[in-house]
């Protein structure tokens, strides 16, 4: 009997909470921030969408695969009136210069401020989460940083190298040729330096890939084509 009590007035309580839908109401500019080491910093708008006042919510997030340099910003929380936009700034710090582009990735999320304690409605917010490049001074800018990626295969192993200086975004999906097998690559980053294992839907030891095809992506993450590219053997 008190178990079917505790139930009753569990679901009771479920059914008096309401759940508003899932809205972003702070939506920055642009989907990437671009930090230029020579300016020492850069900045980005966003606005609050949303008709009430709203806290801004800023938090840098520094990858496992590249942690350096440090990236601050200049204020985390802040309040942004109603249908209003917010200028948040960043600021570099590093020890010494770059050799090579960064990545990281940034947070915004809006909270909206409680009217009644007594409430029981519960907002879901959603997080806007875009990456930041950081690029070294002197560097010249490169559009098609992809065509700097090597692509190599030791027996059933395959694997691409990125031998410059450019952080590279591609689609995780990869074609094999000629065979036209599936294949996905296991980020969709590949930091300078760095070299990215291809794991294959089907292992076929002994097929011969004599070229990869791509889905190329701008640094804002705009697909810009498919590429077809050699591998070495």
Do not use: C
């Not at 919510?57 to 209003?84: F, H, N, S």
């Not at 940034?106 to 490049?133: L, W």
Request: no cysteine; net charge positive; aromatic share 6%.
């Amino acid at each position: 009997m008190f178990l079917r009590t505790a139930i009753k007035k569990t679901l009771l309580l479920l059914l008096s909470i309401s759940i508003t839908p899932a809205f972003s109401i702070m939506k920055p500019e642009s989907s990437m921030l671009f930090i230029n080491e020579e300016d020492g910093g850069g900045s980005i708008n966003v606005q609050n969408v949303d008709p009430e006042e709203a806290l801004l919510y800023v938090k840098i997030i520094d990858l496992p695969d590249d942690p350096l340099p440090k990236l601050l910003v200049t204020q985390p929380v802040m309040r942004v009136g109603a249908e209003k936009t917010q200028r948040v700034r960043f600021i570099l710090k590093n020890d010494r210069p770059l050799e090579h582009e960064h990545l990281k990735r940034v947070t915004f999320e809006g909270i909206r401020p409680k009217n009644n304690e007594e409430s029981n409605e519960i907002s879901i917010n959603i997080r806007h989460n875009i990456p930041i490049i950081i690029h070294p001074k002197g560097l010249p800018i490169l559009s098609e940083p992809w065509k700097e990626l090597s692509w190599e295969q030791n027996g059933s192993e395959i694997k691409v190298i990125n031998p410059g200086k450019y952080v590279v975004r591609l689609s995780q999906n990869v074609k094999l040729l000629p065979s036209g097998r599936s294949a996905t690559l296991d980020k969709s980053y590949i930091l300078p330096g760095q070299t990215l294992n291809i794991k294959a839907d089907q292992n076929k030891t002994g097929e011969k890939v004599q070229k990869v095809s791509i889905q190329t992506l701008s640094k804002y993450g705009y697909e810009t084509g498919t590429v077809e590219m050699p591998v070495a053997h």
